[in-house]
């Protein structure tokens, strides 16, 4: 009886590219695991509502993808977990104030016009949650800019919504003292969903790097370079420690290092490239904090290195062993001369 072989055909013109192994559904799932204990402490701090907004902005990524490929006839994707993924990362980058409709048209935006369009996961030269992200906050800026009380504050400030420790760091106003670095760290603090624990962040990050989902080199590097800059730079009126570890623990940046640069499809493969991937995200992060009008600065800084990934992967490619610069260029021009040919 003969045996019938199946043709296995490996496609690597595209990421992501790891070495693990897991496959992409478990790949997704380990992530979307690293962020339940930031979830879980979002709902505690700010209420059911915030889950709410969460389940909304899975649900409709999901549903966008399947829609999509759908009409467009295309083999179904969701199985992967690529876009309940991104629906929870757009997600924890709202206030807990958002209504629940305003993730259903970012999802709308970061699956369909950034992921799908381009050939769907992996093709996407922009991360689909920031991309997502920085969309309504085009769109929607007075919503982004709201931020809950959160329940650890309760007793103390008088009303239902209030600035974030990053809006006193690069406003005008005198820092709270409810505002110490202890309860940023913590996460007793007002801010988008999933950015108000650092120490919650942390732990899933470092859970990815042990299980080898993600390379230390962007956020290490991402983080350090942030570290050092605002060292350098300092603030008036504040000691330069100080501003350094507030600058750290407050905004995105943490949720950005570990979750968001790290995204395979949208970030350098070579190693040395990662490291300057990480260092650019860093100083365009500390750049916008200190010369724009938005304090942040973690997710425009993250989309623009996006446009570099290839570029430094092509800075930083590593030549093919036993191959001379003149195999090189006698393989360019016998394609050249193939083209010619077939004119």
């Known amino acids: 009886m003969s045996e019938k072989k199946e043709r296995i055909v490996l496609d690597v ?196 790097i042990l299980r080898k989902v993600i390379s230390w080199r962007i956020p290490v590097s991402f983080l350090g370079t942030v570290a050092l800059l605002t060292l350098i730079f300092g603030h008036a009126g504040m000691n330069r420690f100080d501003w350094m570890l507030y600058n750290l623990l407050s905004g995105g940046l943490v949720l950005a290092a570990f979750f968001m640069a790290t995204d395979y499809a949208t970030s350098p493969v070579t190693l040395n490239g990662q490291l300057l991937y990480g260092f650019g995200c860093g100083v365009i992060t500390v750049l916008i904090r200190y010369f724009g009008g938005y304090p942040e600065g973690s997710t425009y800084a993250v989309l623009i290195m996006n446009l570099c990934a290839w570029a430094i992967d092509k800075g930083f490619h590593r030549h093919q062993f036993g191959v001379t610069e003149e195999d090189i260029e006698a393989e360019k021009a016998a394609k050249k001369a193939a083209k010619e040919a077939a004119k």
């Open 13 to 208: 013109a595209y990421q992501p590219q790891v070495r693990t192994n897991i496959d992409t559904r478990r790949l997704m799932l380990t992530v979307i695991l690293s962020l339940l204990p930031a979830v879980i402490w979002s709902v505690i701090q700010f209420g059911f509502h915030s889950l709410v907004v969460m389940l909304s902005s899975m649900a409709s990524a999901v549903f966008f993808e399947w829609g999509y490929r759908k009409l467009m006839h295309k083999t179904a994707s969701i199985d992967d977990c690529s876009a309940a993924l991104t629906g929870l990362l757009l997600a924890l980058t709202l206030p807990p104030t958002a209504p629940w409709w305003l993730p259903v048209i970012g999802t709308f935006f970061a699956i369909v016009v950034v992921k799908q369009l381009y050939g769907g996961i992996g093709k996407n030269f922009l991360n689909p949650a920031l991309a997502g992200r920085a969309f309504l906050l085009a769109s929607y800026a007075l919503i982004l800019g709201t931020y809950a009380v959160p329940r650890a504050l309760s007793g103390v400030v008088d009303g239902v919504t209030m600035a974030t420790p990053l809006s006193y760091l690069y406003g005008e106003g005198t820092m709270p003292a409810y505002f110490s670095l202890k309860s940023m760290f913590l996460g007793t603090i007002p801010g988008a969903m999933g950015e108000v624990s650092t120490l919650l962040l942390v732990i899933g990050g470092l859970y990815l």
